[in-house]
């Protein structure tokens, strides 16, 4: 934790007296990166809240609103100084996040179900799934939370406009809404490869209800 929030320091004394100088302008600068990477993001209590990319991470940092704490061991370079790469966060104040808001997204979907297809298992990259109104939408089906799953081209085409139950299809999974759950349940699976966000989203009753 210390070398990021030394090095921050380090840039503010350095770019003193630039203008304008706002955060994306601190940002750009060490653009030669990608800053892609994921970060994890904590609340002020540390009940991971979101997933962003390093780019914004170092931008919150920037600004004060969140602090260092985990690295994943990459060095970001910019002009005059060298970073450590955050790959978890944590906000400085608590926030109250309205979870029933979370976008409904093809992505969020399709995280949640894990890119599997929900009627043949497989697994497949996120351009070779579609979406699937459970209840079809042709029938008063409704694009929610519940109501979708990934589904496979070659499912989606057997299943048409007929419920699981008329095309003989099983579910792998019922569909579930949106909840700090499932909310979980994605930022595990984006940070599957990621040792340093594991302590942060097992939590023994999450495990104990899987
Ligand atoms: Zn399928």
Redesign the pocket.
């Known amino acids: 934790m210390v070398p990021v929030i030394a090095a921050c320091e380090r840039w503010e004394r350095e770019t003193r007296g630039w203008r304008p100088f706002d955060t994306s302008d601190r940002a750009r600068v060490i653009s030669g990166n990608s800053m892609n990477g994921r970060v994890l993001v904590l609340n002020a209590s540390y009940e991971p809240i979101n997933v962003c990319n390093e780019r914004r991470a170092i931008v919150m940092i920037f600004k004060g609103v969140a602090r260092v704490e985990e690295h994943n061991g990459h060095v970001l370079h910019a002009a005059k100084m060298s970073i450590h790469a955050p790959s978890v966060i944590r906000l400085t104040e608590y926030i109250h996040i309205p979870f029933k808001n979370r976008s409904l997204s093809r992505k969020n979907i399709l995280l949640r179900d894990h890119s599997t ?6 697994q ?1 990259p996120p351009s070779e799934l579609t979406l699937d109104h459970v209840h079809p939408r042709s029938r008063g089906g409704e694009s929610t939370w519940d109501n979708l799953v990934a ?6 085409h ?1 299943k048409g406009s007929r419920t699981p139950e008329e095309a003989k299809m099983h579910l792998v999974r019922r569909p579930r809404g949106f909840s700090h759950h499932v909310n979980r349940q994605i930022m595990r699976y984006l940070g599957r490869a990621d040792e340093t966000w594991r302590k942060y989203l097992y939590y023994e009753s999450d495990d104990a209800a899987n």
Not at 117 to 122: D, L, N, P, R, V
Not at 151 to 156: A, V
């Open positions: 297809c929900q009627y043949c298992g497989k497949l589904c496979c081209k070659r499912c989606n057997r």
